[in-house]
């Protein structure tokens, strides 16, 4: 089988799709990647790369196919033109580029922006072949709820674009079973699969590096949030917490990543002196397997709204297969999966008081306790999200595909 992943973001930056492709190769499947040029999370192009022309480079066997894109940069008109740059250059530049090859099945890897989706469309009506989306985000209720875009005319024509992605696809491949009604709502008879995110399956075995120190990790009760730091994941509720905790001095929050709020959290930090929250930065994913099994617990949040009750984030089966107890303060899919598991507590989102209470609880809890719900995470993990496993699907599903294309003809 010969497969074209087309996704916005592929190494170097992080992004789940690095795996999966290393895998499907390993697996025996002749992979290339479509993307952009990397700039993902802090908005700058990466050293090594210009935003303008076509660039093409070979990584871990693997060909990858870059066209231009805008950076991101910071504010919603650059992020505007960053999507709407990378559809552009795929529509103009992607069909010249590939010019010479042919493939059996596209596969989208599609967190936000969806309408990625829209030149893999183009590229499948070309190469007559099936064309696969895996939705990560809900369009467009992800771009109302993040607030980038509240004018309810622009959503409207986002959701018909999204209607007409979904409508155009063959197989649409969804990371929540909650995201199958909506979805549904849109996509009319395209067949929709349940299939959910995991992680590459390092972080399921002891951490054996080095890694850098990293201050608050490695002394006291750490509790440590990795991944973007955004609106949508409602960090304010991080700093309500660490304020009403700040008289418990064993306890630490450390807070792993980069984002737009960033510079908001460490600007409350140092207003509110709280000497028990700490922004080291980003980190090379790599090191992360090692930063989560050192931490005491792990923290994901989001935001409280209706959307994110349908999502479950991937730092979720990160956690998991970490084995640490998880603090998990968000509503509905995300939350059930860790009460589920057994792997934690759930908060209702966007409490700083009842988060703070739950780590309390969690803190003063006998350590065999705060072990077992670590074991019954990763158990957890291993017979619902193993990476392996889950590629294996993937497989199927991409073939599956391609009989249903065979079939219609």
């Not at 992080?14 to 993902?40: D, H, Q």
């Not at 064309?131 to 993040?146: F, G, K, R, Y």
């Not at 999204?162 to 909650?178: E, G, K, M, N």
């Not at 006998?366 to 019954?376: D, K, N, W």
């Amino acid at each position: 089988m010969k497969l074209l992943i087309l996704s916005q973001y592929y190494w170097p930056e992080s992004f789940r799709i690095n795996e999966v492709a290393r895998t499907l190769l390993e697996k025996g499947v002749e992979v290339e990647v479509l993307t952009g040029k990397p700039n993902y999370p802090r908005g700058t192009v990466f050293d090594g790369y210009r935003a303008a022309g076509c660039q093409q480079e070979n990584h871990q066997g693997i060909v990858i196919n870059r066209i231009p894109l805008y950076p991101r940069g910071r504010g919603g008109w650059r992020l505007a033109l960053n999507y709407l740059s990378f559809i552009f250059s795929g529509l103009l530049f992607a069909p010249w580029l590939l010019r010479k090859k042919r493939f059996d099945v596209i596969f989208v890897y599609a967190p936000s922006p969806i309408l990625q989706a829209i030149p893999a469309l183009f590229l499948g009506w070309l190469q007559g072949c099936p064309v696969v989306l895996w939705v990560q985000d809900l369009w467009p209720e992800s771009l109302s709820a993040t607030g980038h875009v509240r004018n309810r005319w622009i959503l409207k024509v986002v959701e018909r674009v999204v209607r007409f992605i979904y409508r155009h696809t063959d197989l649409l491949l969804v990371q929540s079973h909650a995201f199958i009604a909506p979805v549904r709502a849109l996509a009319s008879g395209t067949p929709i699969v349940y299939y959910p995110n995991s992680v590459d399956d390092s972080f399921a075995v002891p951490f054996t590096g080095e890694l850098p120190a990293v201050e608050g990790l490695g002394k006291g009760f750490s509790v440590m949030f990795a991944g973007n730091i955004g609106s949508a994941q409602a960090v304010e509720v991080i700093v309500e917490a660490a304020r009403l905790l700040q008289g418990q001095t064993d306890i630490h929050f450390v807070v792993l990543g980069e984002g737009s709020r960033w510079a908001w959290m460490r600007q409350q930090a140092q207003q509110l002196g709280l000497d028990n929250l700490h922004l080291p930065g980003r980190f090379p994913v790599e090191t992360m397997p090692g930063f989560m099994q050192q931490a005491s617990a792990l923290l994901v949040t989001l935001a409280d709204q209706e959307i994110f009750k349908a999502t479950i984030p991937s730092k979720v089966q990160a956690y998991l297969a970490a084995g640490r107890p998880i603090l998990a303060c968000l509503n509905g899919e995300g939350a059930d999966l860790v009460v589920t598991a057994g792997a934690g507590l759930a908060i209702p989102a966007e409490n700083g008081r009842a988060l703070a209470d739950a780590i309390l609880q969690l803190y003063r809890m006998p350590a065999a306790e705060r072990e077992a719900m670590g074991v019954r995470g990763r158990l957890y993990y291993a017979e619902n999200f193993a990476h392996d496993q889950l590629v294996d699907q993937l497989v199927t599903h991409l073939r599956s595909a391609c009989d249903l294309e065979e079939r219609a003809e």
